[in-house]
């Protein structure tokens, strides 16, 4: 436990209220869904135990208990009201893997009681006869499991904003440790004061997703399969919203003010030895050589500090202008039953119209922008800028050489099929006049699948385990919300003696799903196609054909997720391209299916056409 006495330099100060209340007002929002109800918001803290932690969990207790602050605030971002609704909630991460660390995450639970914030410890299980703590790679490891058990903390109790107690010592370490592994440019930004959970990928409700179970119920779109002819509109999965956001509102505070915050209001601590010991891991080495050696004085702490806000500043300015450029950007067809979208990317001049940012930062500015296109429809998770090199004379042909070849139509990155187009958008599509648009037009869909079916996303879905009283379980989704393709959302209630699977839709598919469809599923299809499409039904192909020839031409249509269940014998059995609205048969019992896209960050008011 920390004593109040330990020495602290002449030049620490405690963090005062005010600057905390301010600090975190400028850092967070809150979210729409926050200003209906007028309920509690609740609010995460990930506490070690560790005085940086303490001095945040003491901070933000004090805080919410000042009505004066709460006044302070009001010239911010948070209103009284909203300030009075804040409700804490902290978790201790127990990793399992030091003597004692079950007894004293108990202690900072009672540390926490004693300040009068609600305190869970998670405990990370680790497989049965392993030692984690053994392996090279631990630090990761811990990382990921502390991550994902705080993520999942969280979305039990309602939470989306996690606030951690990084500071500004914290941040002069990550900047000279990526110094030294030879990161330059944006790599130098250090820690971001907010950004969406890490190590969380494909957890529904907690990473990018979510927001749309806290919207008011609405009518989930009818199956083709179950449309009636006053009802024949299908409408588009909707994208996800929502996500656990992590904050960090100590970042500019060092940790002597910590300290002597902690000392000012007789707050304890836990202090963890592995964090002292240099031959652990890289950031104790770094500290400890700041601690007990004099440092040249273009590697201070301050020198970092300055160091990085220097390339913060030019990188925000260079996301601002790929941000306004995105807005500029022709957006159309935007397809989340396909996951396609058509493209007019801005005219250069529309890049730097006073001409005066240099060749080099317009190319990175491009690069962001592309990136940014990409991410509507790539199945990628990250998708490094380094990747993009190669692609962006393709798209702005001036950023090539003269042997760059330009000439190909198509072709694919990061997971996207780029295909240029002879048509041009509509008018109306245009995010302003056409003619600050390039007068190529692209579409982008999602790559085709890997020829190797071992190789192609798929997700098994088992039978149901009850022998009895279906009425009772019913209501189970059997598969819950799950990330396909890095696209789609997908959830399956099975509650059938069969497996079921969602796979990449097949040439092998088309014709049982053709003569599998009912009369009423294939009018349905006709007026859809009639009404949004303004397509009349082909006496030269099917209803269905005709759909996939309008919605998904090409190979597009084998990127489709498919739903199948598996028959006697092992074979496969098409039911249904949910991401579509079809069901092949209408009488499937207990099946059923819900499918959205994925978050898309549209940036402010821009919203693009949609194609129906």
Known sequence: MGVPSRTVPSNAHAVSIAAFGEAFSRIWRPRAHHFRGGGPINIGLAISGGVDSMALAALCSQWLKSSTNASEATSLSISRELHSRLRLHAFVVDHGVRDGSAVEAQSVTKALKDMGISTKVLTIQWPKNSNPASQANFESLARTSRFQILGKACQNLDIDSLFLAHHRDDQAETVLMRLIDGHRGSGLTGIEEHSSIPECYGMHGVHESGGLDNLIPMEEKPKLGKMIENEPTLAPPRCETGGIRIFRPLLSFPKDDLIATCQLMQVPWFEDHTNSDPTITRRNAIRYMYKNHVFPAALSRDSIISLSLVVRTKVKSRKRIADELFCETGIWDFDTKAGTVCINFPAMSELDPGHNIPSPEQRNIATLLLRRILSLVSP????????????????????????????????????????????????????????????????????????????????????????????????????????????????????????????????????????????????????????????????????????????????????????????????????????LGIMAHDDLEGIDWEVRYKKINWGGPRQPSHKS
């Open 380 to 579: 990628e998770e990250h998708i490094p800028l380094s990747s993009l090199h190669g692609t962006l004379p393709r798209i702005f042909p001036q950023f090539g050489s003269v042997t760059t070849p330009l000439t190909q139509g198509t072709f694919t990155v990061a997971g996207v099929k780029f295909q240029k187009l002879s048509i041009s958008p509509k008018a109306e599509y245009c995010a302003r006049d056409c003619s600050s648009h390039q007068k190529e037009t692209w579409k982008l869909s999602r790559q085709p699948h890997h020829s190797k079916i071992s190789l192609q996303p798929s997700i098994s879905i088992p039978p149901h385990s009850y022998t009895e009283n279906f009425k009772e379980h019913r209501d189970q989704w059997t598969l819950p919300w799950t990330l396909y393709d890095g696209r789609f959302w997908i959830r399956v209630k099975n509650h059938t003696s069969s497996h079921l699977s969602v796979r990449p839709f097949r040439q092998a598919d088309l014709a049982p799903l053709k003569t599998s469809l009912s009369t009423g599923a294939n009018n349905a299809i006709g007026m859809f196609l009639k009404k949004e499409c303004e397509k009349e039904v082909s006496k030269k192909q099917t209803p269905l054909q005709q759909l996939l020839g309008e919605v998904t031409p090409g190979d597009v249509r084998w990127t489709l997720p498919a739903i199948v269940g598996v028959v006697d014998g092992g074979g496969e059995k098409i039911l249904g391209l949910p991401s």
